[in-house]
């Protein structure tokens, strides 16, 4: 089966700054990539995602971005704000299953 | 448009209670999908449901754990027996047509305590 791994598992970044949270997983034939963020006690909610017939993609201020040869993807959050503190999971799919990474927590420090 | 629910949002069982976790798919949504959340850890899939079928229950345990998602109203988790091991938070998803690509949307989840 799929095996997400997920880096790093804490992050703390100023506010302002960017921060990058990175994703390998190891099935060739997954081609979905979604990105969740999940607030304390809250739902996940999907902030981002990216299919493998693309390498890029940008919303506002969050990015995510796919090597498909190498098999990883990363979330790239620009100019942070204390709201972006959260626990953010990626995950990989391939047939409706989605197999998730153990989550990153990010704190945006004021 | 109203999202995925769940109920309850809070659980409380004894060791060897029945739990009954139920989830309402967002409107215009046949796919129903559970997964288990572990005290800081990620989510891990359960069991993939369309209507009145068990599509993947790859990941739900063998024993003690069944689900349903019948022709009318939602679907359900079933937890039997359960035992401290069991606390969890247990969310369900959908999505309109279960294609391999299709984003999954989550409910609020149900917070398992067994005593």
């Known amino acids: 089966g799929e095996n997400v791994e997920q880096h790093p598992s804490t992050l703390s970044v100023q506010e302002g700054d960017s921060a990058v949270i990175k994703c390998t997983y190891s099935?060739?034939?997954?081609?979905?990539f979604p990105w969740y963020k999940q607030e304390l006690g809250k739902r996940p909610q999907l902030i981002i995602d990216?299919?493998?017939?693309?390498g890029e993609k940008k919303d506002q201020r969050i990015a995510v971005t796919l090597n498909k040869t190498a098999k990883h993807f990363s979330l790239h959050i620009t100019e942070t704000q204390p709201e972006d503190s959260a626990v953010y999971f990626c995950?990989?799919?391939?047939?409706?299953?989605?197999?998730f990474g153990t989550g990153t927590s990010l704190t945006v420090i004021p | 448009n109203a999202g995925v629910m769940q109920n309850p949002r809070h659980l409380v069982r004894r060791r060897g209670q029945e739990a009954r976790l139920r989830c309402s798919p967002m409107?215009?949504?046949?796919?129903v999908y559970w997964y288990r959340q572990l005290p800081e850890e990620g989510l891990k899939f359960m069991v993939y449901?369309?209507?009145?079928?068990?599509?993947?229950e790859s990941g739900m345990p063998k024993e003690r754990f069944s689900a349903e998602f019948p022709k009318e109203g939602p679907s359900i988790l079933r937890i039997q027996q359960v035992v401290r091991g069991d606390s969890a938070a247990y969310f369900c998803?959908?999505?309109?047509?279960?294609?391999?690509?299709?984003?999954?949307?989550f409910g609020p989840g149900t917070r398992l305590l067994v005593l």
């Open positions: 409107k215009g949504h046949s796919h």
């Open positions: 995950a990989a799919s391939r047939s409706n299953q989605f197999y």
């Open positions: 099935d060739s034939a997954s081609n979905y």
């Open positions: 998803a959908s999505s309109p047509s279960g294609s391999a690509e299709e984003t999954q949307y």
């Open positions: 449901l369309q209507k009145e079928n068990i599509i993947d």
């Open positions: 990216i299919r493998s017939n693309v």
